[in-house]
């Protein structure tokens, strides 16, 4: 493993994305087992994974329990992020909720539920458009200095709310959708986290697994996965997409290394401040993931990557109509 700073933090350059153990709701990616999500955890700490990634809504509350349960005995070497940002009730999510008494509920919610004194990075899921960015990263800002928190970030939010919350107090870490079928923070996004020093922590690096070429067709998806509400999943997009999936298969056959590597050694060539977080349930997926750090891109390689898929050239939006309206707020 490699390492990269994210903020103020020092990172593996990958880390783990932990919703899939849990996901939102049943079988948000395929159902995981306990046991083989447990195994995965532990695995990752033995190959030098020191960045975890879940939140409050995972499950919700599982996910949490479930790292935290991995992590015990193991805290002093690991870098933990967590999120908040909505209302639930009952164990369905109830709306966004950004107010400074939801920060707080959540945030102790969190903290026992990963058996942690202080989470490392801590997000704020969704922007909440009721309540003023200032209001909400005021209140993280007082978790912060109570020790309870140690860097602050943001998820999807968009350029003014960025500026606005790094002005009220540093931003360490912006986490957004990027991969090679969605660049689209690269036009604004991007260059402004670069700016202002704020870290990049790309989520669904692979496209939800479209890129690692496992799923040649929608009936690959077990029944009840999450992606096949995916609009770049539908009937209408799902033959489009795949010419993305051909070019990264040919240049994996090349460097004799899977799909996924170089999607992943493409978003790592993206910047030293890129840390993304792929997603896993399994020691084997988990395992091809990290080897991604080897993978050395040439200048020709990045080069047909981008040809081939350039922004703005996947078909289908990145979520339907209700989770767009909750991106780049």
Known sequence: MIYRKLGGLQVSALGLGCMPMAGIGAAMYGRADHRESLATLERAIELGVTFFDTAEVYGPFADEELLGQAIKGRRDRLVIATKFGFRIEDGAIRGVDSSPENVRRACEGSLKRLGIDTIDLYYQHRVDPNVPIEETIGAMSRLVEEGKVRYLGLSEAGADTIRRADATHPIAALQSEYSL?????????????????????????????????????????????????????????????????????????????????????????????????????????????????NVALSAADLDALDAAAPPGSTAGQRYGEMGMSMVRL
């Open 181 to 293: 079928w969605e660049r689209g923070v690269e036009e604004e996004i991007l260059p402004l986290c670069q700016d202002l020093g704020i870290g990049f922590v790309p989520y669904s690096p692979l496209g939800r697994g479209f890129l690692t070429g496992l799923i040649s067709q929608r009936s690959d998806l077990a029944e009840g996965d999450y992606r096949l509400n995916d609009p770049r999943y539908s009937e209408e997009n799902f033959a489009k997409n795949l010419g993305i999936v051909d070019v990264v298969e040919q240049m994996a056959v090349a460097h004799r290394v899977s799909p996924a590597q170089i999607a992943l050694a493409w978003l790592l060539a993206q910047g030293d401040d890129i840390v993304p977080i792929p997603g896993s349930k399994r020691r084997a997926t988990l395992e091809d993931s990290m080897a991604a750090v």
